[in-house]
């Protein structure tokens, strides 16, 4: 079982490297941390589980975060008290967005972060991904709202970007008129 400490913390240069593609068929030791990944989401969602095991609530992971540099993540997305959508993608890409934008009113958080970002990260309020399944094949998933900020984040991820890198230093809630907040 994956547990908070396995997450890399922002200070490690690893989450600043721009992961590589994954070629197919998949590797079983990707396969696995994907099941970890989609374990620990999940069980961090629920209140018992989580403070049971001691995990950080969180909604979405990249490899990156486990120290494996490939483009692979996973969200899972509770929509109701303990009813959960769980995505995994394989070289995801975001292909369309929205014009609108939209940021976190509480904030953005992160498993690798752990401490208070104060700031707005602009965000699409919906964008369309397209990657692959484990098995290779070709998915589309239309996202809005906090499930299309989950995916932009966890993309962002593969890049080497963290969220805080959107918020301007100078003034953290700049233009927060011109997003809706969520």
């Given at each position: 079982m994956l547990k908070t400490k396995d997450i890399l913390d922002e200070k490690s240069s690893i989450l600043r490297k721009v992961s590589n593609d994954v070629t197919f068929p998949m590797e079983e030791e990707d396969l696995k941390k994907i099941d970890l990944m989609v374990e620990?989401?999940?069980?961090?969602q629920i209140d018992a589980l989580a403070e049971k095991y001691d995990l950080r609530p969180g909604m979405g992971m990249a490899a990156i975060q486990l120290g494996v540099p490939k483009r692979y993540l996973t969200i899972v997305h509770e929509?109701?008290?303990?009813?959960?959508?769980?995505?995994?993608v394989i070289n995801p890409k975001i292909v369309s967005t929205s014009?609108?934008?939209?940021?976190?009113e509480d904030g953005e958080?992160?498993?690798?972060?752990?401490r208070e970002v104060e700031g707005i990260v602009p965000r699409y309020a919906?964008?369309?991904?397209?990657g692959y399944d484990t098995l290779g094949?070709?998915?589309?998933?239309?996202?809005?709202?906090e499930l299309a900020i989950a995916f932009?984040?966890?993309?962002?991820?593969?890049?080497?970007?963290?969220?805080?890198?959107?918020?301007?230093?100078?003034?953290?809630?700049?233009d927060k008129d011109k997003y809706r907040a969520i």
């Open positions: 620990y989401l999940t069980n961090s929509i109701e008290e303990g009813n959960f959508d769980t995505y995994v014009q609108e934008k939209i940021y976190v958080g992160c498993l690798s972060v752990n919906r964008v369309t991904v397209e094949n070709k998915i589309k998933i239309r996202a809005r709202e932009q984040h966890e993309i962002d991820h593969l890049n080497g970007i963290l969220f805080f890198d959107h918020i301007d230093k100078k003034n953290p809630f700049k």
